[in-house]
């Protein structure tokens, strides 16, 4: 589903991903009708453009997440503004595209997006990986005695969520340990269950907190 108040560039965006192979179920030109019509479609992949009339594009990605944390949102922005890329990420964006990729650019970005693969315009990632060890780094809630939980994960969970905590990619994880990109699918879906998280942000702060990214 592509989501932007700009018709020339929705309709543009959506035809070249249909061109492409992909199934484009929906557009909408606000975020209120983004809303609606998200949950009534239910895209496995929203494109979606931040600056939007009726409701901000980072309230609609807040709340279809919340909705359905399994759905990917791939921000396609003419703004690189790091506070704006980082308030997308925050509310459950996958990743972050400006408007000045290329249809190649995008027609990839938009698959790595549907397996769950994080994906950023060069320099980004960066600064959200940057971010993550921040808000790690910050004193949380006190929650008044011992943790109420602690997870048992397998090894390979523990390898695959150390990787995840570095940055990789689900292919560059899937090299790495010599397993198939669907296997590390299943073993960060099966750790997310574990740890009772909803998405890849909530797990590589997670990882940070423990410490496995400097493993």
Not at 51 to 57: D, E, M, Q, R
Not at 164 to 169: Q, R, W, Y
Not at 173 to 192: D, K
Request: glycine content about 8%; hydrophobic content about 40%.
């Amino acid at each position: 589903m592509v989501v932007d108040d700009h018709p020339m560039w929705r309709d543009a965006v959506a035809r070249d991903l249909a061109e492409s192979g992909f199934d484009v179920v929906a557009t909408a030109g606000d975020g209120e009708q983004a809303v609606r019509r998200a949950q009534a479609v239910g895209p496995d992949v929203l494109v979606l453009d931040l600056n939007l009339p009726a409701k901000p594009g980072v309230q609609v990605c807040k709340e279809l997440v919340g909705l359905n944390p399994a759905l990917r949102v791939l921000v396609l922005s003419a703004s690189g503004e790091h506070a704006d890329v980082l308030e997308a990420v925050k509310s459950g964006a996958t990743g972050y595209l400006l408007k000045s990729a290329s249809t190649e650019e995008l027609i990839d970005a938009v698959r790595r997006t549907a397996v769950g693969d994080p994906v950023f315009t060069p320099g980004l990632a960066g600064l959200v990986l940057g971010e993550y060890r921040r808000l790690a780094s910050d004193p949380g809630p006190a929650t008044g005695g011992d943790e109420p939980r602690a997870p048992q994960l397998t090894d390979r969970e523990t390898e695959v969520l150390r990787l995840v905590a570095k940055g990789l990619s689900y292919k560059q994880i899937a090299e790495r340990l010599v397993i198939s990109h669907r296997t590390v699918q299943n073993h960060v879906q099966n750790t997310l269950g574990k740890l009772q998280l909803h998405n890849r942000v909530e797990l590589v702060r997670y990882a940070i907190e423990r410490g496995l990214d400097d493993v």
